[in-house]
Nanobody
Framework: QVHLVESGGGLVQAGGSLRLSCAAS????????MDWFRQVPGKDREFVAG????????YYADSVQGRFTSSRDNAKNTVYLQMNSLKPEDTAVYYC????????????????????WGQGTQVTVSS
């Protein structure tokens, strides 16, 4: 059993930066990939970034490539999403989610493929 808690959201001006954290408790995340998603009211969930825990390999949505960076801290059992050059369209609730890693460096399309979800943290980018 893993409990995920996101933090670090807030209000920032366009062009600014923010770092989100997703702390995992309960067990090690070795053997998992950690993916970030975001959702705007009335819109479908959108994949943002992901990282394979064991090796640190990352992958990103085209919309955030070059601006966002995912990383992890093994000692703290925490993943981070560094968001730079933020745009108003980045405004959303951001969620972290854990899935078993079987060699696919890409998010799963079904929410059922994710074993654990965080509660989300609001990111608002003003224009």
């Amino acid at each position: 059993q893993v409990h995920l808690v996101e933090s670090g959201g807030g209000l920032v001006q366009a062009g600014g930066s923010l770092r989100l954290s997703c702390a995992a408790s309960g067990r090690t995340l070795v053997g998992y990939a950690m993916d970030w998603f975001r959702q705007v009211p009335g819109k479908d969930r959108e994949f943002v970034a992901g990282i394979v825990w064991s090796v640190g390999t990352t992958y990103y949505a085209d919309s955030v490539q070059g601006r966002f960076t995912s990383s992890r801290d093994n000692a703290k059992n925490t993943v981070y999403l560094q968001m730079n050059s933020l745009k108003p369209e980045d405004t959303a609730v951001y969620y972290c989610a854990a899935r078993r890693f079987w060699g696919d460096y890409a998010p799963r399309s079904s929410s059922n493929d994710y074993d654990y979800w965080g509660q989300g943290t609001q990111v608002t980018v003003s224009s």
